[in-house]
């Protein structure tokens, strides 16, 4: 029998190496960003096309490769961070496997040009499907671009399960988010299809979260500021009035390396306990300095998961690092992100003294005494007509109607009728709508002939806020707002908010442009506050990417469900009787009255028999 045993080629080993680390357009930005940071870049271009697809590059002003470098960079397990097993246990750059580049190569068309600072000339190389097919000096400016082309050329099945160019890029702009958001000291830009996204200054941590979030960040977010002997936690936490409803924005870095731990997620939101609603989430950007020698981060190829030795100290110190900023800063008006310089006023001439404040006021005046006769006429006067005789009667006040007499009681107001409860919804032959009481702010009690009736408001208003819109494209009874609201967006969130700005204009809104990434809302559907739009669109959006992500899903039917969601009446919020009736008779007539478009069950009749054998 023949040996069945084979070692495989370096190009297939690098292919099946390459779906660890580059399984998508975004993990490939991650890497080359990474090794632009730890190349000592002070200034890095992100370029893309088409989500990725047909172009990635990324452009530094590093220190550059030499040409045996640039070369010897593609293969597998080339790095220069470090050189022996101990270095592991002091990790201070981005990459150490060398795994990025060679995977990349393997799958993709590359072109890299170099130089060093010290040169005239730098290197131009090609790869494609980890075969150099050119390597040359050439003309280019200090430090390193490379750029990857066709990626996942030679893997059609992967590059066929790609999403649509919306998802792709919204994953590339989450990356570049990711490693912009802790390396403020860095300038940064980023292109896609030939539109400038963002373009990023060198700045503070609380200058880079306004640059990619905007500046409504600022009345948001209260510093967090801790240090110990076991780590030093810095950063922003959200106050919690500022809670929502997914988790998008929470960012935890240790070391200047963006990770996920949900003992550490689960830190600081456990902080917000018992101060903002269940289902809640905050925002948080926190950094977290460890010695490098007490934390694991080779523990998969993205180097996400970091392993804590003093995991449990780092819990309990996060969560009242968290705690005393919330506590602190949380009622402040304004978080100070560039602090204004103190006013410094010119002194005062020498010898000066301010003038006491003083009252002028008649020490003789007394309001309670009359010089005339409390009956008597006024004076007249050529210029002023008689007084009404009816006016001077309204000071003639006859006493003895007003004392009352030691036999005559005192005048009582009438006594109102009790109202007597109506039973008229017991009958089914009556039209007129049964009484409804709110139990506990959040269920609606009412009688029906079969049975007592108890609707979960929330649900029951989802479904018919849900039925409105989907049936009712149009909405004519639009309301004008008497101050436009503007919203802002991030730029991948702006391309997103215009796709689906044609189906919220037939659901009542009307909203134009005021740039790339701020949108006025003008008018709004009756049942919106003004208050929530800017959460309302965001909201919007990340339901809206989460169904895209699904094939077959109906965009105009998330939409609906979606805006039903944000629009529907909240729990604790009190309705008045006309306002509980007209739920009950508008659930009643929904095709679906019996479930909410969640899923979720909207009423419960419970018939008498049931009341008493629970």
């Not at 961070?81 to 990349?104: C, N, P, Q, V, Y």
């Not at 008006?333 to 006021?361: R, S």
Request: hydrophobic share 35%; with cysteine.
């Amino acid at each position: 029998m023949s040996d069945i045993i084979n070692i495989l080629p370096d190009s297939v080993a690098n292919q099946i190496a390459a779906g660890e680390v580059v399984d998508r357009p975004a993990s490939a930005v991650k890497e080359l960003l990474e090794n632009a940071l730890d190349a000592g870049a002070s200034k890095i271009q992100l370029i893309v096309k088409d989500a990725g697809r047909t172009l990635i590059q990324v452009i530094d002003n590093g220190c550059g490769m030499s040409d045996s470098d640039a070369r010897i960079c593609f293969e597998r397990h080339a790095t220069s961070k470090i050189h022996k097993a101990d270095d592991l246990f002091a990790i201070h750059t981005m990459g150490f496997r060398g795994e990025a580049l060679a995977s990349i190569a393997a799958i993709a068309q590359v072109e890299l040009k170099s130089r060093l600072h010290d040169r005239e000339l730098g290197t131009q190389l090609i790869i494609e499907g980890s075969q150099i097919k050119e390597q040359s000096p050439c003309a280019c400016p200090y430090g390193t671009s490379i750029a990857v082309k066709n990626l996942f050329f030679n893997i059609p099945a992967r590059r066929n399960f790609l999403k649509k160019d919306s998802i792709e890029l919204s994953h590339i702009e989450e990356i570049f988010k990711r490693v912009a958001l802790i390396n403020y000291h860095t300038d940064y830009s980023f292109n896609s299809n030939g539109r400038l996204l963002y373009d990023l200054r060198a700045g503070n941590f609380a200058q880079r979260i306004s640059q990619l979030y905007g500046n409504n960040y600022r009345e948001r977010l209260c510093p967090v500021n801790e240090q110990t002997d076991i780590a030093n936690i810095t950063g922003y936490v959200s106050k919690p009035e500022f809670a929502r409803k997914s988790r998008g924005e929470q960012y935890l870095f240790v070391n200047h390396r963006f990770i996920k731990h949900p003992a550490l997620s689960a830190a600081v939101e456990k902080a917000y306990a018992d101060i903002i609603p269940d289902h809640y989430y905050p925002t948080y950007f926190i950094h977290i300095e460890v010695d490098p020698s007490r934390i694991d981060i080779n523990i998969h190829p993205t180097k996400t998961e970091v392993k804590f030795i003093d995991e449990h100290a780092l819990f309990a110190i996060l969560r009242a690092a968290t705690k005393k900023a919330i506590g602190q800063f949380s009622l402040s008006n304004e978080l100070q992100f560039n602090p204004i310089e103190e006013v410094n006023y010119p002194p005062a001439p020498k010898g000066y003294v301010p003038p006491q404040p003083q009252i002028h006021y008649n020490p003789n005046y007394n309001p309670f005494k009359s010089t005339q006769p409390r009956h008597s006429e006024p004076a007249s006067h050529p210029s002023t007509p008689a007084p009404d005789p009816k006016w001077t009667s309204f000071f003639d006040l006859d006493q003895s109607r007003n004392t009352p007499t030691p036999n005559t009681p005192l005048p009582t107001q009438p006594e109102l009728p009790i109202p007597q409860p109506d039973t008229s919804a017991l009958h089914p032959s009556t039209d007129t709508p049964s009484p409804c009481i709110q139990l506990m702010g959040s269920h609606i009690v009412s009688v029906l002939p079969s049975g007592l009736l108890v609707i979960d408001q929330q649900a029951a208003h989802e479904r018919i806020l849900f039925e409105r819109l989907f049936n009712h494209r149009s909405a004519p009874h639009a309301q004008q707002l008497l101050f436009p609201v503007n919203c802002q967006f991030s730029p991948a969130d702006a391309d997103i908010f215009n796709e689906i700005i044609p189906e919220l204009k037939q659901y009542g809104f009307e909203i134009g442009s005021l740039g790339q990434t701020t949108f006025v809302v003008t008018a709004t559907p009756p049942d919106t506050q003004e208050g929530e739009l800017q959460s309302l669109f965001d909201q919007i959006i990340v339901e809206y990417k989460g169904a895209m992500i699904q094939k077959f899903t109906d965009r105009s039917q998330c939409l609906c469900r979606s805006m039903a969601r944000q629009l529907a009446v909240k729990p604790g919020t009190q309705l008045q009787q006309s306002e509980m009736q007209q739920i009950v008779a508008d659930l009643f007539c929904c095709q679906m009255p019996g479930i909410s478009p969640s899923g979720r069950k909207t009423m419960v009749i419970l018939q008498p028999d049931q009341l008493f054998n629970q």
